[in-house]
């Protein structure tokens, strides 16, 4: 067992009973507690934007509200692209190595979107690029991911991904609660702002008027991301066999090729985002149909990814096999159902609670206006984070409900579940935005919302499950990062929709789709994991 003392493991086997009960699962325990807060800074980071912009239109900033939506947008689209990468950092870098490196480039987005933030003469190109380099902590779900994966014996995985990646988005709500609180106070100093319309925390509005320091919504994440980045370093474990890492013999060697492999998800995004914005925004003009553009995405990066020469290619190659298996594709719809819609739907909330409940709707002069004010609007500063609060805390509960019922089987009774709670929300978002008193509809849409977000959370920790069962111990990492990637980009996708929906006036049709789309779901997991001669019977 000497080989398990050092910062390299080798030998690694937690399917065996003996080496578990002795020394693997006290290891395994420390790097997932490590790993735990690492990622809930990355999702917080990655998603802060649907808060700050909120923010921004109630202090006055100089954007338009479409302008404000493409920030969402693209830390959305730039984290889920980064975790297409990310899903082979593992086998190239070593766990311990990404974890560190991954967890430290945080720093860089967050204390630039402190600094923008301070100064109102900051322009939109400025927040593009913080924006952009915040889906650093979206790629970072992948690799998190993938690591744990190789830690826990197959019998708890459903739990121990559960675990990681429950916990770890908890960083929305983390962030949706303290990034409100934190400015309203001078933490980190500089001149405060004064709100323009009324702002709000979980203990109530805040009216216009009062001083804010918005600056501190990037700077407090500071606080965690230094501490955390050396407790991953000192307290990590990079496996060293054959199926899990075998060449992270080197720290610089790790960061190269991490580094690298980051910047062509980078340049694939902000290729993506030029073909798809228009002019004003810093995009080409073109208005590429995003139905084109995340495919083009999706082939630029991996193209890219396999023109790296050397041994890089050759470890890349062999992951690649997963994209051979029809399970991979399988569970990559299926998880951007419970994934995806998670994401998206905590990026979008916030922004959709503002437009929807915050403003009035009626006819004005035979016009129907939809941009007078609600004085009894919700805030949605107080709300927005309850949805993303009970799909975090739930997704280990799925997590072990799939341990004990299999995962396809609670997958199918969540997907259910979705389509209903998604025709619900459609019904009361369709009233609230033909009314001049929108607010009586609020708490049901709340409460559907709420339970769409449960069923994500639930769904989440059984399709880790089903992964866990379907793929070999060397597929299963990978998947769960590719499968994942995919998933993420629901953060752009959702907002996007919402947006294009709420300015055509109908956002009800925005819900109408994913409610399509769930029940899609519903077929492909009874056909390939429920029916009697299903591929692989789960249960």
């Known amino acids: 067992m000497s080989e398990l003392k050092s910062h390299d493991l080798r030998g690694w086997n937690p399917d065996d009973e003996v080496q578990w009960v002795s020394e693997g699962k006290s290891i395994a325990t420390r790097n997932l507690w490590i790993s735990i807060?690492?990622?809930?800074?990355?999702?917080?980071?990655?998603?802060?934007?649907?808060?700050?912009?909120?923010?921004?239109?109630?202090?006055?900033?100089?954007f338009e509200r479409h302008e404000l939506f493409t920030l969402t947008?693209?830390?959305?689209?730039?984290?889920?692209?980064?975790?297409?990468?990310?899903?082979?950092?593992?086998?190239?870098?070593?766990?311990?190595?990404?974890?560190?490196?991954?967890?430290?480039?945080?720093?860089?987005?967050?204390?630039?979107?402190?600094?923008?933030?301070?100064?109102?003469?900051?322009?939109?190109?400025?927040?593009?690029?913080?924006?952009?380099?915040?889906g650093l902590g979206g790629g970072n779900f992948a690799s998190s991911m993938s690591n744990i994966s190789f830690f826990y014996p197959k019998k708890i995985q459903g739990y121990a991904l559960g675990m990681n990646a429950g916990l770890g988005n908890f960083g929305v709500t983390t962030m949706q609660i303290l990034v409100p609180l934190v400015m309203t106070f001078g933490l980190f100093g500089g001149d405060p702002m004064i709100l323009k319309t009324s702002s709000g925390t979980l203990i109530g509005k805040i009216p216009?008027?009062?001083?804010?320091?918005?600056?501190?919504?990037?700077?407090?994440?500071?606080?965690?991301?230094?501490?955390?980045?050396?407790?991953?370093?000192?307290?990590?474990?990079?496996?060293?066999?054959?199926?899990v890492s075998p060449d992270a013999n080197s720290a610089v060697g790790a960061f190269l090729k991490i580094g690298g492999m980051l910047l062509i998800g980078l340049v694939a995004t902000i290729v993506g985002l030029w073909l798809m914005l228009p002019e004003n925004v810093g995009g080409s003009g073109l208005l590429l149909s995003k139905y084109i553009v995340l495919p083009v995405i999706i082939c630029l990066t991996l193209g890219c990814m396999k023109l790296i020469p050397g041994k890089t290619q050759t470890n890349l190659k062999r992951q690649f096999k997963i994209f051979n298996n029809?399970?991979?594709?399988?569970?990559t719809v299926i998880y951007t159902m419970t994934?995806?819609?998670?994401?998206?739907?905590?990026?979008?909330?916030?922004?959709?609670?503002?437009?929807?409940?915050?403003?009035?709707?009626?006819?004005?002069?035979?016009?129907?206006?939809?941009?007078?004010?609600?004085?009894?609007?919700?805030?949605?500063?107080?709300?927005?984070?309850?949805?993303?609060?009970?799909?975090?805390?739930?997704?280990?509960?799925?997590?072990?409900?799939?341990?004990?019922?299999?995962?396809?089987?609670?997958?199918?009774?969540?997907?259910?579940?979705?389509?209903?709670?998604?025709?619900?929300?459609?019904?009361?978002?369709?009233?609230?935005?033909?009314?001049?008193?929108?607010?009586?509809?609020?708490?049901?849409?709340?409460?559907?919302?709420?339970?769409?977000?449960?069923?994500?959370?639930?769904?989440?920790?059984?399709?880790?499950r089903t992964i866990a069962i379907v793929f070999d111990k060397e597929q299963a990492g990978p998947v769960l990062g590719w499968t994942s990637a995919i998933a993420a980009y629901g953060a752009f996708w959702i907002p996007q929709v919402f947006g294009e929906q709420i300015q055509a006036t109908t956002p009800e049709y925005a819900l109408y789709g994913f409610a399509i789309f769930y029940g899609l779901c519903v077929l492909i997991n009874w056909w390939f994991y429920l029916r009697k001669s299903a591929y692989v019977k789960n249960p």
Not at 45 to 55: F, N, P, R, S
Not at 228 to 241: E, K, S, T, Y
Not at 402 to 412: E, I, N, S
């Open 73 to 134: 947008a693209i830390a959305g689209l730039s984290g889920a692209t980064l975790r297409i990468p990310s899903s082979f950092f593992i086998r190239l870098a070593g766990g311990r190595y990404t974890i560190f490196f991954t967890t430290a480039l945080l720093i860089i987005p967050a204390l630039g979107t402190g600094m923008l933030l301070q100064d109102p003469n900051s322009t939109l190109w400025q927040f593009q690029i913080m924006a952009l380099l915040s």
């Open 339 to 464: 994934f995806g819609s998670f994401i998206g739907f905590s990026a979008a909330l916030p922004l959709a609670i503002k437009v929807v409940f915050g403003f009035q709707h009626g006819m004005v002069d035979g016009i129907m206006n939809h941009s007078i004010v609600n004085p009894n609007g919700p805030s949605a500063l107080m709300y927005a984070w309850m949805g993303p609060f009970i799909g975090a805390l739930i997704r280990p509960i799925g997590g072990k409900l799939a341990d004990k019922f299999g995962g396809a089987l609670v997958t199918q009774i969540i997907s259910i579940v979705m389509v209903c709670s998604a025709l619900g929300v459609a019904y009361f978002m369709k009233m609230a935005y033909g009314s001049m008193t929108p607010e009586i509809y609020f708490f049901p849409f709340l409460i559907l919302f709420i339970l769409l977000f449960a069923a994500t959370g639930i769904g989440n920790g059984s399709t880790f």
């Open 208 to 243: 216009a008027g009062t001083e804010t320091y918005i600056q501190n919504a990037g700077y407090v994440w500071l606080i965690l991301l230094v501490p955390l980045a050396i407790a991953a370093w000192f307290g990590m474990n990079n496996i060293r066999d054959e199926h």
């Open 37 to 62: 807060p690492a990622l809930l800074c990355g999702f917080a980071v990655w998603l802060y934007w649907g808060i700050i912009t909120v923010q921004m239109i109630n202090l006055g900033f100089p």
């Open 326 to 331: 029809k399970h991979t594709w399988a569970m």
